[in-house]
């Protein structure tokens, strides 16, 4: 099965348009949304494109294919307005004999991970900066932000098939690579 991660849409209809265009690109079976999906937060300008009401629209036209956790921006009012749930703090997936620890970051993140076994992947959004690090302990995974990327990073997200992570830029162009 392949996922694309990816993390804070902050409510910009313009990058979630090109977020599920990297969808169809990368034939994506599944997403996953590392939070922060409509609202933009008191301490982000307004994303380019910011249409709140525009993505709700895309997101739950496409509702079968989504999972996320919820962002410190989601709230209640989003669920009641989103037809797929965003409002679980974390979801845990198996990648051999390894978990991913997939959260928004705002709680657990590599200053305050869980509970993790040497090989696990923690994957978290929340600081809009695009991580690949091997912790030593664990690897500490972040596909940056969708719409509002911070220092010099780019918007993107990454491809999860098997034991393989695969960071894009929304245009496609590779990032780099990672086998556990």
């Known amino acids: 099965m392949k996922i694309l991660i990816a993390s804070d849409i902050h409510g ?13 690109r990368e034939s994506a079976d599944k997403i996953l949304l590392l939070g922060d999906i409509l609202y933009h937060g008191p301490r982000n300008e307004l994303p380019e494109g910011y249409a709140p009401k525009e993505v709700i629209e895309l997101l739950n036209a496409n509702k079968n294919k989504i999972f996320a956790v919820r962002g410190n921006c989601d709230t209640e009012v989003d ?21 991913i620890y997939a959260t928004h970051g705002h709680h657990y993140n590599p200053t305050t991970p869980p509970k993790l076994s040497k ?7 929340h600081t809009h900066i695009t991580a690949y690090e091997n912790m030593g302990d664990f690897y500490y995974f972040n596909p940056g932000s969708v719409s509002i990327p911070k220092e010099d ?4 997200y990454i491809i999860m098939e098997e034991n393989n992570f695969i960071w894009k830029t929304l245009d496609g162009e590779l990032i780099t690579s990672i086998t556990i």
């Open 119 to 125: 090989g696990d992947v923690l994957l978290n959004g």
């Open 12 to 24: 910009s209809a313009l990058y979630c348009k090109k977020l599920l265009e990297a969808v169809n």
């Open 79 to 99: 669920q009641m307005v989103l037809e797929f749930p965003i409002l679980a703090d974390y979801c845990i997936l198996t990648c051999g004999e390894h978990i």
């Open 153 to 156: 990073t780019k918007r993107g």
